[in-house]
Nanobody, 120 residues
Framework: QVQLVESGGGLVQPGGSLRLSCAAS????????MAWYRRAPGKQRDMIAA???????NYADSEKGRFTISRDNAKNTVYLQMNSLKPEDTAVYYC??????????????WGQGTQVTVSS
């Protein structure tokens, strides 16, 4: 089994910053793709950013320049640095991790979600 623990969400004022973390643990052999998604109230879950095992990043057009995804392979952790936050960034944020177990079978796991609220 692989467990994902997210942290870093909360209430922030417009223009503020937050850093989300998602740590993977368990019977992990390797992790390939790590990504962040969000689901705003009444909307579908959308990808924000993704990062490959060798650090190649991919962002949704709307978040380029404000959000930065990074990872620490030694800690099996992915981060999302969010700057210049806007009220429309209010959502539940989820991490997604794709890799393989020690058994070499693949896994595709989701975090439990962390609430980010941008409001004055």
């Amino acid at each position: 089994q692989v467990q994902l623990v997210e942290s870093g969400g909360g209430l922030v004022q417009p223009g503020g910053s937050l850093r989300l973390s998602c740590a993977a643990s368990g019977s992990i052999f390797s992790i390939s793709r790590m990504a962040w998604y969000r689901r705003a109230p009444g909307k579908q879950r959308d990808m924000i950013a993704a990062i490959s095992s060798d650090g190649i990043t991919n962002y949704a057009d709307s978040e380029k320049g404000r959000f930065t995804i990074s990872r620490d392979n030694a800690k099996n952790t992915v981060y999302l640095q969010m700057n210049s936050l806007k009220p429309e960034d209010t959502a539940v944020y989820y991490c997604n991790v794709v890799g393989s177990y020690q058994s070499r079978l693949p896994f595709d796991r989701w975090g439990q979600g962390t609430q980010v609220t941008v409001s004055s």
